[in-house]
């Protein structure tokens, strides 16, 4: 399994080892937690109690004993669905106080993978007919099969097309197929350089991602630079091969 969809719920490294541990051990004193998770004891201790107040484990008591036990994996859906509700409530004001923002940001900088995923989501909801990228890494990879299926998935029901060109070091990805064709065309350079910066187009903005260790991501909100950059990309698609 991808331990990094727990971590897009909200929960840290250490709270999915310890839940994992404890999903396999059953119920189960501290000691084989500790072994099994292989994090330090105080970290294990704290993270008891973080689980403790999502509702994710319990525990008994026998005698000076304390025994834990993971909740039912079901569970989490209640825990997704609580948290939506909550913000779901909070939605409106945040939208009142953006509209009243005088400023409008035209570029943004996001980190890491959580917050390149940040930056893909709002290209999702950027508009436009067609979904145009250049320069795809291997390593964009660091981001699960999953979850790349699931986001061209939402972009094939909103009905946008995607043009991409692949590095040759995704071909035997085969993005099309894992896409199951829907609404996309991939094409691949000649060359066998491999560059590490990705750029996707949609509508007016454009997304630029450095796959690096820890990537780096920049939104930028603007039509004539994403008129330009489209250009670009047109050149490298039509000079590609499919």
């Known amino acids: ?7 897009d719920l909200g929960l840290t490294n250490a709270e999915i080892k310890v839940y994992l541990a404890l999903l396999e051990l059953g119920q189960s004193a ?13 970290v294990v201790y704290m993270t008891f109690q973080k689980l403790l107040d999502k509702g994710f484990l319990s525990t008994i008591k026998e ?7 993971a909740s039912d994996p079901k569970h989490i859906l209640e825990y997704i669905n609580e948290k939506k509700e909550r913000f779901e409530s909070l939605l409106p004001e945040l939208l009142i106080r953006q509209s009243l923002s005088k400023d409008k940001p035209s570029m943004a900088l996001f980190q890491g993978i959580r917050g390149v995923k940040e930056l893909l989501l709002e ?23 999953q979850w790349w299926v699931s986001y061209h998935k939402k972009r094939a029901q909103k009905g946008i097309f995607a043009k991409l060109v692949f590095n040759e070091s995704l071909k035997s990805w085969n993005a099309a197929k894992k896409y199951n064709n829907e609404h996309v065309e991939v094409r691949y350079p000649k060359a066998g350089f491999e560059p ?26 603007n039509k004539e ?12 698609w039509d000079a590609a091969e499919k």
């Open 63 to 69: 005698g000076k004993r304390t025994y834990y036990q």
């Open 196 to 221: 590490l910066t990705e750029t996707i187009i949609r509508n007016d903005k454009i997304g630029i991602i450095i796959w690096t260790d820890k990537p780096i991501g920049i939104l930028i909100h």
């Open 225 to 236: 630079a994403a008129d330009s950059y489209d250009k670009y990309w047109k050149i490298l």
């Open 30 to 42: 501290a000691g084989p937690i500790i072994e099994k998770s292989k994090l330090q004891s105080s």
């Open 1 to 7: 399994m991808d331990p990094s969809i727990l971590e």
């Open 123 to 145: 290209l999702l909801d950027a508009g436009g007919s067609e979904h145009h990228t250049f320069g795809s890494s291997v390593k964009s990879l660091m981001i699960s099969d």
